[in-house]
Every structure is written in structure tokens, then in C-alpha cells.
């Protein structure tokens, strides 16, 4: 009987102290059930709005908060100093997790806080140089007393928030993953500027390009990677004529592509990320001003990617998005001005092969001479297990991500260490905070092109709409000077000529004002037609959804808020209008089965448009998908990586080069043909939706067949959407697809009195126990916009504020 009270006892602490620690994906769930500062303590009612004050260490005078029905804060400072400071403050109540893991993902410190699972991806953020690149952003930054002033306000903030928050009242997510919040630094602002920059120029094709050349040839590569798409309708409107004395071309070397990659498999570049925005002159509007939208394509999360917020001081009224962590509005409009951005996709990232003198790596080849590197080491430190130390090799191109071993060019078979070095813009010293105050504080076109001259990365097409009435667009950011085709496969680093050989100029940067057609545009197409001086990349997105924003904008008249919504929910494919009448014409249905030829029908009399209730929609996506991995099968190999053409060559094959060696297929013993491709692929579609989805009905509607969701940042379960039925498609206006689409939809009307509306999918809390967690989800989901609350003064009154917080100083 001793023993066994004994043995209860040891059992009964051990139950006690497993209660208390994470086990694997496993949180402790005694501390997470505590009554007093478990996950209880994070349910939240919808009737949270009270007043309320605080007095606050390291403000200087008083700031009023209102809130509206959204829980979105309408922040009014009697300074700037205070502005940002109650910025921070108000988005760390709301969102700081989101903060703090997003800054642990571009720091390359998540396996600090979830285990071994997140050692790769830290290595990885270490080796690409994501706090290299953020320190230098913060240097410059600090240089400017304005950016300083901003962001150290901004940290203080949050900070205060910080150091009066309770075990009790911490996020949700801390208390899963069993872990506390840190101090908020000024670095960890331009770490999310370090994230927006991987996400949006991270990924490259220069390796499998490389490859590609090995594989097929330059003849075969340039056929089918030009330079310039066959589908095409540029930002910046064909035939503009450039007012500027172009600065002459760089010369690539005689040999300027590396001559190996192995097995590398870098970050590829993500097709579909992009957004779209224009704005209408006045001559195609209701009420005579202009009217702009903007609807950035990003992963889908809860919470958003964005942070709704007016912010207001004797300096500033601005409302729009931002970005939690970071200063100011990022997309949004003032009494004057609005703008929008979506990406350009410039070429900004390029590798280097470089051959290290010996396996020491002290030194590598360049200029016919050997050049000291220098190396850092990184310490990863890993829950539950031994720190990782990990020495990353910088050359005068970047840190080297890549190493491997080549042979020697006298063919003595001895092994020779070589490595890819990345040189990316992301690293170079910046102050993009710069760019977001001046245009927050904008008043016309003037203010919008000097606030641009301090942008340097992610380079965004930066659109425009003022009361003036004037409209721009400008694709901007830090563009290095290179000769055509530099940064299109590796380059070797030996050669002082394959550098970046300057800039281009600012001034000189893509732009169009007031274009004769009466507005601008971008939807990540082209930047410019082939008269522009300048190489920024060979290879944009799909000329898709902008050729159909440019055809509905050519013949619209009398336009409103609404029409621009409206547009933002177009689903019409572009795609299927240029190449589904052709696929037509080759199908031989004399020997379809009822299935098929129910199928054929169906697609048939399809409208074209990617509507959820839409058969016809599911039909022709899987129809275009395996026609093109018939026609590119040869680039389905397993042994290398392979950059496969894109669509819009797909399409020139198809409708121009019907008798192309590419139509045949290389695991059939016969030779196909552009017919029997179009055919085979129709057949193996309908057997693949039957086999997925059962017979033809309306298991087969659009919205049921692609998997649509939003999940939790951190993909926790239970905490996302799941799948919910909606249109749309990565190559319509309303592109959503998977959890990738419009992270925030916005429409501007310009004039007297501006008028804004707006939705992001989720809300404006991060507490999954929160009634504003995800109440404006339906509101997005059903393609509608909020009317958003732009006050214009501390005293305004309006049905719409819920509360008031007071903070002033202690």
C-alpha cells in the first residue's frame, strides 16, 4: 500500500509538471486551462466598447482614440511624436502576435519559439541576409530625422503596450506555443519592410533558367522565354513617348552566364502575386473628379495582412491600411490625394557563381585576382534542442546562400568549392517610411513624385488621384542599370562587368500623367512597351486582368464608387475569350461518351466567366491546365530543376505554331499532334473532375471545385474559414484563388469632399476569441464594400463612434 502511494504520487507530479510544459505541437495545457490566465481570459464581447483612459510614460500630450462599429481606431494626435506613438501602441493591442511572429520569420528566429520544424526556414531567412538587409535599412532610416522620430515613437509604443500587459491578457497564440512577448525594436520596423521584399521580389528563375539552357539550348530558351510576351498591354500605354536622355547600357561580358548549378532549388518566383489598381479622369466619372481603386493580391490570413487606421495630427488626416509593426498608412487616401500600389516584379535579385580559392573559403575569384570574403556566424538558437551554428560567407555581391563543388576547367577532375552569391536590393541602405509620411501628408502631384524619390524596394506601380483632378501611375523603386537580359540566369561573379553598374535615374523611372485614354492602370503586366531604354525584367504576370481592366475602363462613362466596385468583382477570363474558340475547333467529339460530350456542351455555352455557380469555369481550367502539361512534358523532369513557359507562350503555341514539335508527347510511342494534345487533354480533364467530383452537376460548380479558404497566420485549425464558395480566379480582375487573392479592396472618390470605401476579409482584431476577429469576412466574401469613417476633425460627430479612449501622459 506504501508503494502504491508512492507510485500515485510520482504519477500525480508527473501529470502536474506535463500539465505545465509543451510537448511537442502540444501546448501545456494546465497553464492554457488556468482559469485566471488560460485561453478564458481571451474571449472577448462584441459590446467591448467603452470609455476609457490611460495615462501613459512617453507621451506629451493628450491623444483621442474613437472607435467605430468595426473596432477600427480613429487616432488624433496634438503632435507626430504622439501620433505614432499611440499607433503602436493601438496595433500591439490589436495585433501583437501577428507582430511578433512576422518579425521572428524575416529574423530567422521562429525556431526559438516552435521547434526544429522551422530550422530550415530560419536558416534560410539567415543565409539570404534578411538582418543584413535590415540593419542597413535602419541605418538609413536613422540618418533622416523624420523616419527617426517616426519609428522610435512608434517602438515606444508598442512598448508601453507591452510592459502593462498581464501573463492573463496575452494573446491567444503565446499561450499556445508556450511562450512571452519581447521588447519591440526599432529593426523589427524594417525587418517588415525585409518581408514585403521576399514576398513580393524573393523568389527567383534564375537557376532553373540556367538549366534550362543546359538542357535545351539558347535556340530552343529563346524561342520560348522571349523577352517580350505575345499578349501584352502595358502600364505605361504603348507609344508614350519618353522625355529623357536615356543613360547609356552597361556591356555584358564576352561569357556573362555561370556554367553549373547542381541540384540547387532555390525560392521560386510565386506566379499570381501581384494586385490590381487604376484610376479614371474625371471625363469618365459621375460627379467630374477622379476615382481610384486598389485591391492588393497577398496570402489570405487571420488576422489580415493589413491594419485599418485614420491617423491625425496638425501635420496629417490620412485613413487607409498599414502594416502591423510598421508607421503610417501604406494604401489610402486625405483630403487630397489617394493612392494604391501593386507590384512590378523589376528584376532586383541576381546570383552569382563564385569560386572560392580553397575549402577554407577566405578568398574567391574576381577580377583576376583573389578577394577576401568576410563571414559571419549565426547562432539558431532551437527550442528543445542545441543551438545551430551556421558560418554565412559574404563576397562584395552578398552573402553566399549556395555552396557546392565544380570541376576544373584543365580537366583534372579536382574538386573546386564554389558558391551562389545573392545580390538583392532588399540588402541595400533605404527609407521607404520616407515615401508612405510625405505621400500621407500629399497634396498633389507634386508631393506624389518627390515621395517616390525615397523609395527603394519592393518597387510597387504607384498610382494617383488628386481633387486637381490629375491622375499618374509610375512603376518605382530602386531599378539597378543593367544590359537586357542581366539576372535572367546565373551570372558569373568572376567579372566586374556582370555587377549592377549604377541606377537608373528616379526621374527617369516608367510614368505616364493624365494619359489622352483618361486613366491609368497596372495589374503586374509589362511596365512598358519595347521602346523604353531600360531593361527592368524579361518576364511580368500575364496580361489577363489587365487587358480586361483596360477594356472596361476604354468605354466607361458616368462612372461611381460602385461601378469600381462592381469592376473588382469581374470574373470575365481574358484567357478563355483568346484561345477557347480555337480549342474548340479541333475537338472531334464522334467518339466522347455521354460524359464527355454533357462536358463539351457545357463549356460550350459557358459565358466566359469564373462565376461560382459557373460548370462551364471548372471545365475549362482543368481543359487549359492539362493541355499545358501535355504540351510541356518535356520539362517535367525530376532530376533538375526546370523553369516551365508560360501561359502566354502556351497560347502562341496553340494559336500561331499548330505544327510545333512541342505538340508531342514523350511517354506515347507515336508522334501527336496540336489536335490530338487538344483532344487527349479534354478526355483526361472530364475523367479527372468525374473521379474528384462525381458526375457532371452541381458537385462541379466553380466555388465547390477550387479549394478557397483563409487560414490562421500560423495555420492553428479551427481558427481560418475553411472552405467557402465564392468566384473568381488568379487570371480574372477578381483574383482569388487557394488563400492567395484581394487582401483589401479599396475604392477612392475624389473631389469637394472625399469619399472612401473599403473591406479587408477577417477584421481588425488578432484574437481569434474576438467578435471583430473576423466580422467584415461576409462583407469581402460577398464582394461589398464598408463606407469607411474618415473624420475630419477631433469633434466630428457621428453615429458610427462606438468609444473613445483617452491616453496622456503620466
Same mark, same amino acid.
Given at each position: 500500500?506504501?508503494?502504491?502511494?508512492?507510485?500515485?504520487?510520482?504519477?500525480?507530479?508527473?501529470?502536474?509538471?506535463?500539465?505545465?510544459?509543451?510537448?511537442?505541437?502540444?501546448?501545456?495545457?494546465?497553464?492554457?486551462?488556468?482559469?485566471?490566465?488560460?485561453?478564458?481570459?481571451?474571449?472577448?464581447?462584441?459590446?467591448?466598447?467603452?470609455?476609457?483612459?490611460?495615462?501613459?510614460?512617453?507621451?506629451?500630450?493628450?491623444?483621442?482614440?474613437?472607435?467605430?462599429?468595426?473596432?477600427?481606431?480613429? #487616432?488624433?494626435?496634438?503632435?507626430?511624436?504622439?501620433?505614432?506613438?499611440?499607433?503602436?501602441?493601438?496595433?500591439?493591442?490589436?495585433?501583437?502576435?501577428?507582430?511578433?511572429?512576422?518579425?521572428?520569420?524575416?529574423?530567422?528566429?521562429?525556431?526559438?519559439?516552435?521547434?526544429?520544424?522551422?530550422?530550415?526556414?530560419?536558416?534560410?531567412?539567415?543565409?539570404?541576409?534578411?538582418?543584413?538587409?535590415?540593419?542597413?535599412?535602419?541605418?538609413?532610416?536613422?540618418?533622416?530625422?523624420?523616419?527617426?522620430?517616426?519609428?522610435?515613437?512608434?517602438?515606444?509604443?508598442?512598448?508601453?503596450?507591452?510592459?502593462?500587459?498581464?501573463?492573463?491578457?496575452?494573446?491567444? !497564440?503565446?499561450?499556445?506555443?508556450?511562450?512571452?512577448?519581447?521588447? &519591440?525594436?526599432?529593426?523589427?520596423?524594417?525587418?517588415?519592410?525585409?518581408?514585403?521584399?521576399?514576398?513580393?521580389?524573393?523568389?527567383?528563375?534564375?537557376?532553373?533558367?540556367?538549366?534550362?539552357?543546359?538542357?535545351?539550348?539558347?535556340?530552343?530558351?529563346?524561342?520560348?522565354?522571349?523577352? *517580350?510576351p505575345f499578349h501584352e498591354d502595358p502600364i505605361i500605354p504603348a507609344g508614350t513617348k519618353w522625355d529623357f536622355k536615356a543613360l547609356p547600357l552597361p556591356k555584358p561580358s564576352a561569357d556573362f #552566364?555561370?556554367?553549373?548549378?547542381?541540384?540547387?532549388?532555390?525560392? !521560386?518566383?510565386?506566379?499570381?502575386?501581384?494586385?490590381?489598381?487604376?484610376?479614371?479622369?474625371?471625363?469618365?466619372?459621375?460627379?467630374?473628379?477622379?476615382?481610384?481603386?486598389?485591391?492588393?493580391?497577398?496570402?489570405?490570413?487571420?488576422?489580415?495582412? &493589413?491594419?485599418?487606421?485614420?491617423?491625425?495630427?496638425?501635420?496629417?488626416?490620412?485613413?487607409?491600411?498599414?502594416?502591423?509593426?510598421?508607421?503610417?498608412?501604406?494604401?489610402?487616401?486625405?483630403?487630397?490625394?489617394?493612392?494604391?500600389?501593386?507590384?512590378?516584379?523589376?528584376?532586383?535579385?541576381?546570383?552569382?557563381?563564385?569560386?572560392?580559392?580553397?575549402?577554407?573559403?577566405?578568398?574567391?575569384? *574576381?577580377?583576376?585576382?583573389?578577394?577576401?570574403?568576410?563571414?559571419?556566424?549565426?547562432?539558431?538558437?532551437?527550442?528543445?534542442?542545441?543551438?545551430?551554428?551556421?558560418?554565412?560567407?559574404?563576397?562584395?555581391?552578398?552573402?553566399?546562400? *549556395?555552396?557546392?563543388?565544380?570541376?576544373?576547367?584543365?580537366?583534372?577532375?579536382?574538386?573546386?568549392?564554389?558558391?551562389?552569391?545573392?545580390?538583392?536590393?532588399?540588402?541595400?541602405?533605404?527609407?521607404?517610411?520616407?515615401?508612405?509620411?510625405?505621400?500621407?501628408?500629399?497634396?498633389?502631384?507634386?508631393?506624389?513624385?518627390?515621395?517616390?524619390?525615397?523609395?527603394?524596394?519592393?518597387?510597387?506601380?504607384?498610382?494617383?488621384?488628386?481633387?486637381?483632378?490629375? #491622375?499618374?501611375?509610375?512603376?518605382?523603386?530602386?531599378?539597378?542599370?543593367?544590359?537586357?537580359?542581366?539576372?535572367?540566369?546565373?551570372?558569373?561573379?568572376?567579372?566586374?562587368?556582370?555587377?549592377?553598374?549604377?541606377?537608373?535615374?528616379?526621374?527617369?523611372?516608367?510614368?505616364?500623367?493624365?494619359?489622352?485614354?483618361?486613366?491609368?492602370?497596372?495589374?503586374?503586366?509589362?511596365?512598358?512597351?519595347?521602346?523604353?531604354?531600360?531593361?527592368?525584367?524579361?518576364?511580368? !504576370?500575364?496580361?489577363?486582368?489587365?487587358?480586361?481592366?483596360?477594356?472596361?475602363?476604354?468605354?466607361?462613362?458616368?462612372?461611381?464608387?460602385?461601378?469600381?466596385?462592381?469592376?473588382?468583382?469581374?470574373?470575365?477570363?481574358?484567357?478563355?475569350?483568346?484561345?477557347?474558340?480555337?480549342?474548340?475547333?479541333?475537338?472531334?467529339?464522334?467518339?466522347?461518351?455521354?460524359?464527355?460530350?454533357?462536358?463539351?456542351?457545357?463549356?460550350?455555352?459557358?459565358?466566359?466567366?469564373?462565376?461560382?455557380?459557373?460548370?462551364?469555369?471548372?471545365?475549362?481550367?482543368?481543359?487549359?491546365?492539362?493541355?499545358?502539361?501535355?504540351?510541356?512534358?518535356?520539362?517535367?523532369?525530376?532530376?533538375?530543376?526546370?523553369?516551365?513557359?508560360?501561359?502566354?507562350?502556351?497560347?502562341?503555341?496553340?494559336?500561331?505554331?499548330?505544327?510545333?514539335?512541342?505538340?508531342?508527347?514523350?511517354?506515347?510511342?507515336?508522334?501527336e499532334t496540336c489536335t490530338g494534345i487538344v483532344n487527349r487533354s479534354f478526355t483526361v480533364s472530364v475523367s479527372q473532375l468525374i473521379k474528384t467530383h462525381g458526375k457532371p452537376g452541381k458537385n462541379?460548380?466553380?466555388?465547390?471545385?477550387?479549394?478557397?479558404?483563409?487560414?490562421?497566420?500560423?495555420?492553428?485549425?479551427?481558427?481560418?474559414?475553411?472552405?467557402?464558395?465564392?468566384?473568381?480566379?488568379?487570371?480574372?480582375?477578381?483574383?482569388?484563388?487557394?488563400?492567395?487573392?484581394?487582401?483589401?479592396?479599396?475604392?477612392?472618390?475624389?473631389?469637394?469632399?472625399?469619399?472612401?470605401?473599403?473591406?479587408?476579409?477577417?477584421?481588425?482584431?488578432?484574437?481569434?476569441?474576438?467578435?471583430?476577429?473576423?466580422?467584415?469576412? !461576409?462583407?469581402?466574401?460577398?464582394?461589398?464594400?464598408?463606407?469607411?469613417?474618415?473624420?475630419?476633425?477631433?469633434?466630428?460627430?457621428?453615429?458610427?463612434?462606438?468609444?473613445?479612449?483617452?491616453?496622456?501622459?503620466?
Open positions: 500500500m506504501k508503494y502504491l502511494a508512492i507510485l500515485v504520487f510520482a504519477v500525480t507530479l508527473g501529470l502536474i509538471y506535463s500539465l505545465q510544459i509543451k510537448i511537442g505541437d502540444i501546448p501545456p495545457l494546465g497553464k492554457l486551462l488556468n482559469p485566471g490566465t488560460g485561453f478564458w481570459q481571451n474571449a472577448e464581447s462584441k459590446n467591448t466598447g467603452s470609455d476609457e483612459q490611460l495615462q501613459l510614460d512617453g507621451l506629451t500630450g493628450k491623444v483621442v482614440i474613437h472607435y467605430d462599429e468595426h473596432r477600427i481606431p480613429h #487616432i488624433f494626435a496634438e503632435n507626430d511624436h504622439d501620433l505614432y506613438y499611440a499607433q503602436g501602441y493601438i496595433t500591439a493591442h490589436d495585433r501583437l502576435w501577428e507582430m511578433d511572429i512576422q518579425t521572428r520569420s524575416a529574423s530567422g528566429r521562429l525556431s526559438e519559439v516552435v521547434g526544429v520544424k522551422a530550422l530550415e526556414v530560419d536558416r534560410y531567412h539567415r543565409r539570404i541576409g534578411m538582418t543584413y538587409g535590415a540593419e542597413n535599412t535602419l541605418r538609413g532610416m536613422m540618418k533622416n530625422p523624420v523616419s527617426k522620430m517616426m519609428i522610435g515613437a512608434y517602438s515606444d509604443g508598442v512598448n508601453s503596450f507591452i510592459h502593462h500587459l498581464s501573463k492573463k491578457d496575452y494573446p491567444l !497564440e503565446f499561450k499556445l506555443l508556450d511562450y512571452a512577448p519581447e521588447e &519591440w525594436k526599432p529593426i523589427d520596423c524594417a525587418y517588415l519592410l525585409k518581408l514585403m521584399s521576399e514576398t513580393l521580389a524573393g523568389g527567383s528563375d534564375d537557376f532553373a533558367m540556367t538549366n534550362d539552357l543546359k538542357v535545351f539550348g539558347a535556340k530552343d530558351v529563346n524561342d520560348l522565354f522571349p523577352d *517580350y #552566364i555561370a556554367q553549373m548549378t547542381g541540384r540547387i532549388k532555390p525560392k !521560386e518566383r510565386i506566379p499570381g502575386i501581384g494586385s490590381n489598381n487604376w484610376a479614371i479622369a474625371g471625363s469618365k466619372s459621375a460627379n467630374g473628379y477622379p476615382i481610384l481603386a486598389n485591391d492588393p493580391h497577398l496570402n489570405l490570413t487571420f488576422p489580415s495582412i &493589413w491594419y485599418q487606421v485614420q491617423l491625425s495630427s496638425p501635420t496629417v488626416n490620412v485613413y487607409g491600411v498599414s502594416l502591423p509593426g510598421a508607421p503610417c498608412v501604406v494604401v489610402g487616401y486625405n483630403q487630397n490625394i489617394s493612392w494604391g500600389v501593386t507590384n512590378v516584379g523589376a528584376d532586383v535579385l541576381d546570383w552569382y557563381q563564385v569560386k572560392f580559392r580553397d575549402n577554407t573559403k577566405n578568398e574567391y575569384w *574576381y577580377n583576376n585576382k583573389w578577394k577576401k570574403t568576410s563571414k559571419h556566424v549565426e547562432v539558431i538558437n532551437v527550442r528543445g534542442q542545441k543551438p545551430l551554428y551556421d558560418t554565412v560567407i559574404y563576397t562584395h555581391h552578398g552573402p553566399v546562400v *549556395y555552396n557546392s563543388t565544380s570541376q576544373k576547367p584543365e580537366g583534372d577532375h579536382e574538386n573546386v568549392p564554389v558558391g551562389d552569391a545573392l545580390r538583392w536590393i532588399a540588402h541595400d541602405e533605404s527609407d521607404e517610411f520616407m515615401t508612405f509620411y510625405l505621400l500621407n501628408r500629399g497634396k498633389n502631384y507634386d508631393d506624389y513624385r518627390k515621395a517616390l524619390t525615397f523609395y527603394t524596394a519592393p518597387a510597387q506601380n504607384f498610382i494617383f488621384a488628386d481633387k486637381e483632378k490629375d #491622375i499618374a501611375i509610375t512603376p518605382n523603386g530602386k531599378f539597378p542599370l543593367k544590359f537586357r537580359e542581366q539576372g535572367k540566369y546565373i551570372l558569373d561573379g568572376s567579372d566586374p562587368a556582370n555587377d549592377w553598374q549604377g541606377w537608373i535615374p528616379y526621374d527617369q523611372n516608367p510614368t505616364v500623367k493624365n494619359p489622352a485614354r483618361g486613366f491609368v492602370s497596372s495589374a503586374n503586366q509589362s511596365s512598358t512597351d519595347q521602346t523604353y531604354p531600360y531593361y527592368i525584367n524579361w518576364d511580368f !504576370e500575364l496580361y489577363d486582368r489587365a487587358k480586361r481592366i483596360n477594356d472596361l475602363l476604354s468605354g466607361m462613362k458616368n462612372a461611381t464608387a460602385d461601378s469600381m466596385r462592381l469592376m473588382q468583382m469581374d470574373d470575365y477570363s481574358m484567357r478563355a475569350h483568346d484561345v477557347l474558340p480555337e480549342m474548340l475547333e479541333y475537338i472531334d467529339a464522334s467518339k466522347f461518351n455521354k460524359d464527355q460530350k454533357w462536358a463539351l456542351e457545357l463549356v460550350r455555352d459557358w459565358d466566359k466567366r469564373f462565376s461560382a455557380n459557373s460548370e462551364g469555369a471548372s471545365i475549362f481550367n482543368a481543359w487549359w491546365l492539362s493541355f499545358y502539361d501535355m504540351v510541356w512534358d518535356e520539362f517535367d523532369r525530376k532530376d533538375i530543376l526546370l523553369n516551365y513557359p508560360s501561359f502566354d507562350r502556351t497560347e502562341k503555341l496553340l494559336l500561331t505554331e499548330p505544327g510545333s514539335k512541342w505538340f508531342d508527347v514523350l511517354n506515347t510511342p507515336g508522334k462541379w460548380e466553380w466555388g465547390n471545385v477550387k479549394d478557397t479558404h483563409i487560414n490562421h497566420l500560423a495555420n492553428l485549425p479551427g481558427f481560418g474559414t475553411g472552405h467557402f464558395s465564392v468566384g473568381g480566379n488568379g487570371s480574372v480582375i477578381n483574383a482569388l484563388k487557394g488563400g492567395n487573392g484581394p487582401s483589401w479592396r479599396m475604392v477612392v472618390q475624389l473631389g469637394p469632399e472625399v469619399k472612401g470605401y473599403g473591406v479587408f476579409p477577417g477584421g481588425e482584431s488578432g484574437n481569434p476569441g474576438s467578435f471583430y476577429y473576423d466580422d467584415m469576412f !461576409e462583407t469581402w466574401r460577398d464582394g461589398k464594400l464598408n463606407e469607411l469613417l474618415f473624420l475630419k476633425n477631433i469633434n466630428e460627430k457621428s453615429a458610427r463612434i462606438k468609444s473613445t479612449l483617452i491616453l496622456s501622459s503620466k
